[in-house]
């Protein structure tokens, strides 16, 4: 499977999110992360839509509310090499390093945080990984794997990517 | 890009029809020969424009990051177009003909704008999708999937027809004279790849609407504007079109002039072809800022025009498609899916419901049903808020959507009864918003986001001006909340600026020894009457004064305007210098030190710059249909290749010799000469005008090339005929010497062309 999309949900919702514009932009300054930062673009005017997103040639981080809920999203678009394994958990260390990151931002001052017992998993291509449940069990080892002694939920409605509630 | 893209091809082979899917693999094949390098960046950028694929902002590479002017580093170093770098994000267009779609069509999008774009997807100003940050690649894969569901990207962007818009009401209106919905789609199908709409200079944009005085759409902004119009002909009521040419925004705004008055039903189709042949053959090709329509009508005046075009016509060869839609006209009118009935409020009374309904319900002339308008922020939706439209749409109305130029969505025929339960449910997905064409449903072309010509903000501004209006709009004076505010990053109008109450576009003004962004404001623009008049400038404004000037204007117009007086009306009356006073002390900038914040566009954190802005593909590049039937002959070496690789002999050799032969046929016909009878006409007329005359000539080569040709063609006769067929050595030959010839065949053509052009 390839494309893995995972969210870290936020403690609160009330963060002020909208700082994710000036810390996104002075990361892109920065060369804050290890990929091709391109751009930063506000949906905050969408409701439960991808709020504001920091765009990366090799994925898109969001500080959305997607499905009603305030979390940090990475989803992954060019193609890994590796197991599924390797490549959920490039995923999910990009969502743990850039949570961390945003959580230590002066702009938040001190007012986001993530919560690391909540994640969410999805694969983005209903080729490869159809949301059905024999994809979702052939995931268990990855996500087994990654997070392990947690437990796993297929959730979400059956045209929506295959989502897995870590928790 | 994705790593299913091999995959999809075969996945969706049987839900494509043949024709679309060859159209598809023939663009995937370009793309895959350019990106060995072996197309001209020209070409192919507008081969992919011509599919909607367009290029966005910093794909040159080079992006202003506030502090300096940041390369940005891709994988690759191929470019798909000049100065745009394969791997940069683009911009994907989906046309949908006068805004139409259904439940399934919607599933797809939501689908699309999940994989392989942000989440969201954007309605625009012309009745289109756009999908954001997508990757070349995927591309061809996104059109497929696109095509399994009945919608094409075919000519969404280039020299072409674009979009065809139409009334998002048509059908249902109580004011129009009737339905235009057959009619566009008619003609949307007509000209899409119609050979006499492949040679324009620049884009020709169409639109249907079903009455005069409402703002419908916008039929004088637009090259060509058909109007309803029943006449009285022989005592029966005869349906037909008041046309309107010549119309446009951009950086000189022009009404449309008539063309007449009265244009019976059946002569809609060949009138439009007519036109798009005076258009081929007079339009600019080589300075695109005067390539549109309007600058041959200007050039030549109207009479002029409408004796050229009635010439035309006298000339066009019957086509049976001209009226065969005509018999289906009536049968194609949209059915409910419920039983009317009027609406029973019981129970406490809901003021978000009554507030929603008071601005986004329209009562249809169809009693008991009405439309509903969803209002879409900025014209952004969800994946997840698609999806549960599309249930809606089937569960409440007959899959009867519509995407409208204000960049919201319909939903037609539902029962009235049925409104607070569909009020709840757009309200579970947040797209319950209230305020539907009134000043907060602020329009806003995509500006310094994404597009490479963006100069200020507009979306940005835009959803600044929404919030603050917003959070007021039910104190606001009905005079004031029925104003219409539109939004361009720049002066080329895509936020149609110039026919709102209170337009603004992007402009840049050096203050201080800095460049701050500005917007040049527009007044008393006129949206009703199909865009009937144009606003003034009046002067610019910083950006960040914007929302200022906003409140100052409406609070001048609701204390100074007469009785029932328009702001149109408004404007007209207190004229320029006055409207300019009005807003003079919001013209200046404080000094950086002061308030840094008037450096920063809005929605940015970035110190402005214009050092962005890139080269605009909105035209694309001009390149002539002789460059375009080359391109597809070096397309047609590439499949013979990919057969010879499958082992497919005969194919391969076959497309070989074919490619060759379709080169000379190219030639032959740019310089007008005929191309005989079949595959030994076209070899014998080649033979005499471009061989024996030594046209067709290489300096080092000689006639080598020419007789590599003839004799695939002796060759491939004979092997026809039922001689002894070709090998797999003598077909690797042939793809060899076929590729040369197609050199050739381009070195004769720029030979020839400057010849020409001395």
Excluded at chain 1, 108 to 130: C, I, T, Y
Excluded at chain 2, 536 to 544: D, E, Q, R, T
Aim: charged share 25%; with cysteine.
């Amino acid at each position: 499977m390839q494309h893995f999309k995972v969210k870290l949900f936020a403690t609160a919702q009330d963060a002020p999110v909208h700082e994710a514009i000036a810390v996104f932009h002075r990361w892109i300054q920065e060369s804050a992360l290890d990929e091709t930062l391109i751009d930063v673009a506000d949906y905050l005017h969408v409701p439960q839509g991808p709020g504001i997103i920091l765009v990366a040639h090799e994925g898109i981080y969001s500080l959305d509310t997607e499905n009603g809920r305030l979390g940090l999203t990475y989803t992954r678009r060019t193609a890994l090499d590796g197991t599924d394994e390797e490549r959920l958990r490039q995923a999910v260390e990009a969502v743990r390093r850039v949570a961390e990151l945003l959580e230590s931002s002066p702009e938040f001052h001190g007012k986001l945080a993530f919560d690391r017992g909540q994640w969410e998993v999805a694969v983005n291509d209903r080729l490869l990984a159809p949301n059905t449940p024999e994809t979702f069990e052939k995931l268990q080892p990855a996500l087994a794997g990654v997070f392990p002694g947690k437990q796993f939920a297929h959730t979400g409605e059956r045209r929506q990517l295959l989502r897995v509630a870590v928790s | 890009m994705k790593a299913s893209n091999p995959q999809w091809r075969d996945v969706l082979a049987s839900r494509i029809a043949p024709h679309l899917a060859a159209e598809i693999d023939r663009f995937d094949n370009e793309a895959a020969l350019k990106k060995q390098g072996k197309l001209e960046d020209k070409v192919f950028a507008e081969t992919r424009l011509r599919r909607g694929a367009y290029g966005q902002r910093y794909d040159n590479g080079q992006r202003y990051d506030g502090k300096v002017a940041r390369t940005l580093t891709y994988p690759s170093a191929n470019t798909k177009g000049p100065h745009t770098l394969w791997d940069a994000p683009g911009m994907q267009r989906i046309k949908i003909p006068y805004g139409g779609l259904n439940a399934e069509q919607m599933e797809v999008l939501a689908e699309l704008a999940e994989e392989y774009s942000d989440g969201i997807a954007h309605v625009t100003t012309r009745q289109d999708f756009q999908l954001h940050f997508i990757h070349i690649e995927d591309t061809p894969t996104i059109m497929r999937r696109l095509a399994a569901v009945g919608i094409t990207t075919r000519e969404a962007c280039g020299n072409t027809v674009r979009n065809v818009t139409g009334c998002p009401i048509a059908g249902v209106c109580r004011t129009e004279s009737f339905d235009v919905t057959p009619y566009a789609h008619a003609l949307t199908h007509f000209l899409l790849g119609h050979p006499d709409c492949q040679d324009f200079g620049r884009k020709f944009k169409i639109s249907f609407s079903g009455c005069r005085d409402e703002a419908c759409a916008l039929a004088h902004m637009h090259d060509l504007g058909a109007l309803a119009v029943i006449k009285e002909v022989n005592g029966q009521p005869k349906r037909g079109f008041e046309v309107l040419v010549g119309g446009g925004l951009g950086t000189v705004p022009q009404q449309a002039k008539l063309l007449t008055e009265f244009l019976p039903e059946e002569e809609l189709l060949p009138t439009a072809q007519a036109i798009c042949r005076v258009f081929a053959r007079l339009g600019e090709k080589k300075n695109r800022n005067t390539a549109r329509l309007k600058f041959v009508i200007q050039k030549i005046g109207i009479e002029e025009f409408r004796r050229l075009v009635a010439e035309e016509r006298t000339v066009l060869a019957q086509d049976e498609r001209w009226t065969a839609f005509l018999a289906n006209v009536d049968g194609a009118a949209e059915q409910a899916a419920k039983p009317s009935a009027l609406l029973q409020i019981t129970g406490a009374h809901d003021i978000g419901f009554e507030r929603w309904r008071s601005t986004n319900v329209y009562a249809q002339r169809q009693a008991g049903y009405v439309t509903v308008t969803v209002s879409l922020p900025l014209g952004d939706i969800t994946a997840n808020q698609l999806r549960k439209l599309a249930d809606i749409a089937r569960s409440y109305v007959r899959e009867t959507v519509r995407t409208t130029v204000e960049q919201n969505m319909v939903l037609r025929w539902v029962s009235e009864a049925d409104l607070p339960a569909l009020y709840a449910e757009l309200a579970s997905v947040g797209l319950s918003e209230a305020g539907a064409g009134t000043v907060v449903d602020v329009v806003a072309c995509p500006g310094t986001d994404t597009c490479k010509l963006g100069i200020s903000s507009s979306r940005g501004l835009a959803g600044e001006l929404r919030s603050r209006l917003g959070a007021k709009q039910w104190e606001l004076d009905e005079a004031i909340r029925g104003l219409h505010i539109k939004v361009s990053g720049c002066f080329n109008s895509c936020g149609q600026h110039h026919v709102a109450d209170l337009g603004f576009y992007g402009v840049s003004r050096n203050k201080n020894g800095y460049t701050v962004p500005h917007f040049q404001v527009v007044l008393g623009g006129q949206w009703e009457r199909n865009a009937g008049s144009y606003g003034l400038a009046i002067g610019a404004v910083p950006s960040k004064r914007v929302p200022d000037t906003v409140e100052r204007i409406a609070e001048r117009y609701l204390s100074e305007r007469t009785p029932g007086e328009s702001f149109h009306a408004y404007i007209g009356r207190i004229g320029k210098a006055k409207a300019k006073l009005m807003i003079e002390d919001l013209m200046t900038v404080p000094p950086h030190d002061v308030d840094p914040s008037f450096y920063v566009d809005w929605a940015d954190a970035r110190e402005y710059t214009t050092g962005d802005i890139g080269v605009g593909e909105c035209a694309g590049e001009v390149v002539s249909p002789i460059e375009f039937q080359l391109t597809a002959c070096e397309r047609e070496v590439f499949e013979a290749q990919l057969a010879l690789e499958a082992n497919e002999i005969a194919r391969a050799s076959t497309l070989a010799y074919e490619a060759m032969m379709h080169a000379a046929a190219a030639l032959l016909s740019w310089r007008v000469l005929p191309l005989g009878d079949g595959p030994d006409g076209i070899a014998a007329n080649f033979k005499t005008q471009f061989i024996d005359t030594e046209l067709f000539w290489d300096p080092f080569a000689g006639g080598k090339f020419g007789q590599y040709y003839l004799a695939a063609h002796e060759r491939h006769m004979a092997w026809k005929a039922g001689g002894a067929g070709p090998d797999q050595d003598a077909t690797r030959r042939l793809i060899e010497e076929s590729q040369l010839v197609i050199e050739a065949a381009h070195s004769c053509y720029a030979k020839l062309a400057s010849q020409k052009a001395a």
